[in-house]
């Protein structure tokens, strides 16, 4: 079983503009469109559309549009009630770029955040596979993904963690003094992997794209010594990199036509877990990571691939070692 644990879930609403934004400017909307979000859940929509076993783990109150919506596609979902609502993410649309504008979430009570780690923590079996992914509601402790992955780890499961920011940062912190904070997977991109290591990620990001992974390499070999057996390094439209004891690799994004990038490095994490569903190689996971993130951003707003839509791109997708 593979459960994700999306600690701030959204409503995502997509506006897709008439004209380009300009601040200051009057826009009309031509689409408007609202689907869940919340990479947990993004990430658990891959799964099952790839027909693997899963189950999202978040708060919502009863009667949340959120839950409405996951009931129309059938995503198996277990719910820790709450008072708030979940908050809606837009995203604006036009012909130059997107444009995300995430709300924080409602904050969260004492009692409605245990209500949701005990939802987590109850389902979590040995041999699991657990992906906690997203920001974290106001209410929630910085360090509470450290925390959570003592627990996931003490209990026998495979645990990966996708976060950004302050929660990264305090993640980074408790990875220097604890060998058990370490998840078994990261899956950052350049910038929160220079975060992560006391680098510049734009140097890093800068020179994978002349061909120099060394610094991504090396960052990443980092994060080994410190426990973390698999980091997964997303360069958004350049592809990817992944270290895993077995050696690294970088594989570059097939050409894809880009509609949305919203969701993009959560299908990568879907293809990369499903990759290791079916007991692929790193090569072979790697090229489904990148492949599912090609396939993502040719879908509008945050939708999910099926395996159908990723299969042109993963013929196009090659995993070359990084030396
Ligand atoms: O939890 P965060 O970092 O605010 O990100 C949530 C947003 O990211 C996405 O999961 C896409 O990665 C959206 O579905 C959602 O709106």
Redesign the pocket.
């Known amino acids: 079983m593979i459960i994700t644990f999306t600690p701030?879930p959204?409503l995502?609403r997509t506006v897709t503009l008439n004209a380009p934004l300009a601040p200051g400017g009057v826009h009309r909307i031509e689409i408007d469109q609202i689907q869940p979000?919340?990479?947990g859940?993004?990430v658990a929509f891959g799964l099952q559309r790839a027909g693997l076993d899963t189950l999202a783990i978040f708060q919502a109150a009863q009667g949340d549009p959120l839950l409405d919506l996951l009931a129309e596609v059938g995503l198996p979902v277990r719910t820790s009630p709450i008072r708030g609502r979940v908050r809606t993410?837009i995203t604006l649309l036009d012909s130059n770029a997107t444009t995300?504008i995430?709300e924080p979430g409602e904050k969260l009570s004492v009692v409605e955040i245990a209500g949701v780690e005990a939802a987590l923590l109850n389902a979590v079996g040995p041999g699991d596979t657990v992906m906690l992914?997203?920001?974290l509601a106001p209410g929630f402790e910085v360090r509470e993904y450290a925390k959570l992955v003592r627990k996931i780890r003490h209990v026998g499961a495979w645990v990966g963690v996708d976060?950004?920011e302050a929660p990264l940062l305090a993640l980074a912190r408790e990875l220097r003094e604890d060998e058990a904070a370490a998840p078994n997977f990261l899956k950052p991109n350049a910038e929160e992997l220079g975060q992560l290591t006391g680098r510049d990620g734009r140097d890093l990001e800068a020179a994978a794209g002349r061909g120099d992974f060394a610094g991504l390499r090396e960052a990443a070999l980092d994060l080994q010594k410190r426990g973390v057996s698999d980091v997964l390094v997303t360069l958004g439209g350049a592809g990817a990199m992944l270290a895993t004891a077995e050696g690294v690799w970088f594989c570059q994004a097939p050409d894809a036509p880009v509609i949305s990038t919203?969701?993009a490095?959560?299908c990568s994490t879907a293809g990369y877990l499903i990759g290791r569903a079916q007991g692929m190689a790193g090569p072979e996971r790697l090229a489904l990571a990148v492949a599912y993130g090609s396939a993502a951003v040719s879908l509008p707003g945050?939708t999910t691939p099926h395996p159908n839509q990723v299969e042109p791109f993963l013929r196009l997708a090659r995993s070359q070692p990084v030396a």
């Open positions: 701030n959204s995502d979000g919340g990479k859940i993004n993410n995300k995430n992914s997203g920001s976060t950004s919203v969701g490095g959560d945050t």
